[in-house]
């Protein structure tokens, strides 16, 4: 969808900050793209974009084996600016050179010095904390570029030649521990590359809502709702360009939070008049899922009688030319390098097979962030405790209970999260703490409740601070809340006498447990 005006691209040479990068551009209201380094520079020129950023790396510039950028590029007349690994690789391919550090590297926040005539520094303090990250450093900067930035334990914290304008930073500016990070971006992205800041949500919505009723035309359009943000934005903006054209199917499978799915269907049918069809299939998935304890099991048999409740729905109502899916930037980038191993299978539950017959997707989304899909939202009018609603997985509480799912087990871990959930609100701790649950352990254990012996069930709590998901703490949560919490539960939900607290990390454990 070419929507924008201009654009920068962000080149990924394997750096764990790249979509940082990504995001903070975007906060200064320029789009942006990540793309491998392996883009040519006659790609960058058709593309057109306006200034190009390397990200960092864990290689080593001199290292004849590292990722490489096409030398070309610099002859683009576009400006770049290397970050750390891409300012060490910007000095070596320009004739500079580049040593690994055996002392004294530099880990951390750490004092710089700059020249605040430089076009980078323009407007900063002489001085001030950036977050530094390496083992090698620019020895000798390429001919026609000046040091910009020193620190003790580096000569080149910055240079630039502002006659190409092309400008490097040895620091991270995009962490938050650069106190002024935001404002060397925008010297970048205003004044290096010219960018105007037109990337905004209000004009993504209406752009793309005109961009929609263009494309989809007197057609019709099928969409997956499941009530995250993700589907529900994608679906509204769908719903805005060609009203009851779309029609979205929402298969509740019963596995969802106390509520949730009859929050879903008043919000999208009674708020937004749209044309929704709520498929009850709660029965159908519990019999699919009767005895079966095998966490991966129970996600492949959810995500199949999925596909199917889908299909055989969507075959009652004829013709439908689009499927309309809430895919993200982030599920769309092309990585720089590696893989990394996959410890759960996290098919969505609304992931469908490319071959069911439609003419073509529509990915309004394709192009942002998690936070930018949040705001759009909200833009959107869709109620805030949608577009702040925490992740929650495809399969549901399914993954939530230990061991294999009854009825009864899902009633009882329904009770107990809700309370959760609730006293989380209360204390304000829903948006604080990224993603927070109650799990049915499986584990029954002795208590004594009045004067008997009880032996029930065990729940245990999960809440975690996390930014992507990747890596998570366990959140420190008020003791009193914890309490509160424990108290509820026990004297509320029946069948349950031992309230417990996860705290492992993850690493070494994951975020559900199962
Ligand atoms: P883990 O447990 O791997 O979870 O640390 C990381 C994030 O992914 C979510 N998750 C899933 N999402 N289908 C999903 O759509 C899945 O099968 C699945 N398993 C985990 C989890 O809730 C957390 O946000």
Not at 18 to 35: D, F, H, P, S
Not at 273 to 280: A, E, G, Q, S, T
Not at 467 to 478: E, V
Request: overall charge negative; some cysteine; glycine content about 8%.
């Amino acid at each position: 969808m070419e929507i924008k005006n201009e654009a920068i691209l962000v080149m990924d040479f394997g750096g764990q900050y790249t979509q940082l990068i990504a995001r903070r551009v975007r906060e200064c209201n320029v789009y942006c793209e990540i793309k491998s380094y392996k883009i040519t520079a006659d790609e960058i020129r058709e593309k057109g974009y306006k200034g190009i950023i390397f990200t960092g790396g864990p290689n080593s510039a001199y290292d004849a084996n590292g990722p490489k950028c096409d030398p070309k590029l610099f002859e683009l007349g576009i400006p770049v600016l290397g970050i750390c690994y891409g300012a060490q690789l910007m000095a070596e391919t320009l004739g500079g050179k580049v040593i690994g550090i055996e002392e004294n590297r530099e880990y951390g926040k750490t004092e710089i010095e700059v020249n605040p005539s430089s076009l980078m520094f323009h407007n900063a303090q002489p001085k001030n904390i950036c977050w530094m990250s390496h083992t090698d450093r620019i020895e000798e900067v390429p001919h026609g570029f000046k040091i910009t930035a020193i620190s003790k334990d580096c000569p080149v914290a910055a240079m630039e030649d502002i006659q190409r304008n092309f400008f490097a930073v040895q620091f991270h500016p995009e962490v938050q521990h650069t106190v002024e990070g935001p404002l060397y971006l925008r010297n970048f992205l205003y004044n290096a590359c010219g960018c105007t800041a037109d990337w905004k949500m209000d004009s993504f919505v209406s752009d793309t809502i005109a961009y929609l009723k263009e494309k989809i035309g007197d057609k019709k359009v099928l969409c997956a709702l499941s009530g995250g943000v993700d589907s529900s934005v994608a679906a509204l903006l769908v719903h805005k360009a060609v009203g009851k054209q779309l029609t979205c199917i929402f298969v509740d499978h019963g596995l969802l939070r106390k509520d949730e799915g009859d929050q879903v269907e008043s919000v999208f049918k009674e708020q937004f008049d749209m044309n929704l069809i709520r498929v009850n299939a709660q029965d159908r998935f519990l019999t699919k899922l009767a005895g079966v304890s095998e966490p991966e099991r129970k996600r492949k048999i959810i995500g199949e009688e999925f596909i199917r409740v889908f299909e055989e729905e969507s075959q009652k109502l004829g013709k439908m030319e689009y499927l309309c899916q809430g895919t993200i930037y982030p599920d769309v980038v092309e990585s720089g390098v590696g893989e990394s191993a996959v410890i759960k299978s996290h098919h969505n539950v609304g992931g469908l097979p490319e071959d069911v017959g439609f003419e073509g997707i529509i990915e309004p989304l394709r192009d942002l962030f998690k936070d930018e899909v949040r705001k759009a939202g909200l833009e959107l009018g869709i109620p805030e405790f949608l577009v702040y609603r925490q992740p929650f997985p495809g399969p549901g509480l399914a993954i939530r209970i230990m061991g294999d799912i009854t009825q009864e087990k899902l009633e009882i871990l329904k009770d107990a999260d809700a309370i959760m959930r609730e006293e989380f609100a209360n204390n304000g701790l829903d948006r604080e703490v990224n993603q927070y649950f109650a799990v049915m352990t499986g584990i029954k254990s002795v208590g004594v409740m009045g004067d008997g012996r009880t032996y029930d069930n065990t729940i245990a709590l999960r809440a975690v601070t996390t930014s992507d998901f990747m890596t998570a703490d366990w959140a420190r949560i008020p003791y009193d809340v914890l309490e509160k919490i424990s108290n509820r539960i026990i004297n509320e939900v029946k069948n349950v006498n031992r309230v417990v607290y996860d705290i492992t990390s993850k690493p070494p454990a994951t975020i559900e447990w199962e």
